[in-house]
């Protein structure tokens, strides 16, 4: 059975949002009663991973007072709520820099009550990831210390619709500088870019080894139109729209051309199924991701598409980083911190 990592959820505590969000959250969610049942209780929502076939989650929040309402009192939250469970669910918390004495030692705690990953939402805190630049120096101190003990970053790369949210920060291009500047900093693009820069992020993914991306909030049936045919053919192979399962013929610009390379197919126009999603990267190392999404398959929780298929592209099992934060990532013992999860 092929095993199944969802790597972006929001299980968040409900009751600390700004009451304009959450009333959004509530009118455009309709299993908001779900979400509200798995963010009191993990155990419950262990149990809704077990029937979906879902081995480990990442559970993301971010510290945004002026937009959602979180402070920095989020990252606890996540921590305590994973602790549940804590070789199925992956921690990511917050630092932010415009709110925090000392942002190194704002990691550095973090790392020892249970994050194993960290989370910029540029569009919910107002900067941009390239804000160091600029002057927002503890920006940078994040960085440096995250390259330094080892957890992932991952930054939004995705319009919001919340009230106060800046878009223009959510561009994935001003995630180029950081790739740049910190080279050993595992960097994940949440969303890949959707809806407006998915061909800037492939772009990034294929420019910088320290960059991945996933694709959360993609619904499968329309991830044809969202990815350009230059980003298709260069990150995957052919689908099935009747089966859901990826043929050998090759490259998706091939396959477009005619359906006798793809004999599993009716016909050349592809489209992904809306019950699960297969990828393969063209490194042979790497090996099939099987997503489940069933229309609403993962309670998506602030997600403007209820779609469970958050998938890592590209390179996947050949990064050491990727794979401690899959299994149980610790900090390096020449950090001086202790072992969480």
């Known amino acids: 059975m092929t095993s199944v990592i969802d790597i972006h959820i929001h ?7 700004k009451p304009a969000v959450l009333e ?5 969610r309709y299993n908001f009663a779900q979400i509200e049942k798995f963010s009191a209780d993990p155990v419950a929502f262990l149990k809704y991973l077990d029937e979906v076939g879902v081995e480990r989650t990442g559970l993301i929040s971010s510290v945004s007072p002026e937009v959602i309402g979180y402070t920095s009192e989020v990252s606890d939250w996540t921590a305590r709520y994973c602790s549940a469970s804590p070789g199925r669910l992956i921690a990511f918390g917050s630092v932010y820099p415009r709110h925090v004495n000392d942002a190194g030692t704002e990691v550095d705690r973090l790392v020892k009550i249970g994050i194993r990953a960290l989370k910029i939402h540029p569009p ?28 992932p970053i991952k930054i939004h790369t995705r319009t919001s619709i919340f009230p106060g949210a800046r878009n223009l920060y959510a561009q994935p291009i001003f995630a180029d500088d950081v790739a740049v500047d910190y080279p050993d900093l595992v960097i994940i693009l949440a969303h890949g870019g959707r809806p407006l820069w998915m061909d800037e992020a492939f772009f990034l993914v294929r420019r910088h080894k320290n960059m991945y991306m996933d694709i959360s909030g993609i619904p499968p049936q329309n991830c044809c139109w969202n990815i350009s045919h230059g980003s298709r053919k260069s990150l995957t192979r052919c689908f099935s729209a009747r089966t859901g399962r990826a043929s050998e013929c090759g490259t998706w610009g091939r396959t477009s051309r005619s359906s006798r390379h793809c004999p599993a197919r009716k016909r050349p126009n592809t489209r992904f199924s809306t019950t699960t999603l297969r990828v393969y990267s063209r490194r042979s190392s790497n090996s099939c991701k099987k997503m489940t999404s069933e229309d609403g398959g993962s309670p998506q929780g602030f997600s403007s598409d209820p779609v469970c298929a958050n ?12 794979r401690r934060a899959h299994s149980g990532w610790h900090p390096a013992r020449t950090c001086g911190t202790s072992t969480s999860s």
């Open 11 to 17: 299980i968040q505590p409900l009751g600390k949002l």
């Open 24 to 28: 959004l959250t509530r009118h455009s």
């Open 124 to 151: 919910h805190q107002l900067f941009s990831p390239n804000a160091y630049r600029d002057g927002l120096g503890p920006l940078a101190t994040i960085y440096e210390r995250a390259q330094v003990m080892g957890p």
């Open 311 to 322: 998938i890592w592209l590209a390179r996947t099992s050949t990064s050491p980083a990727l």
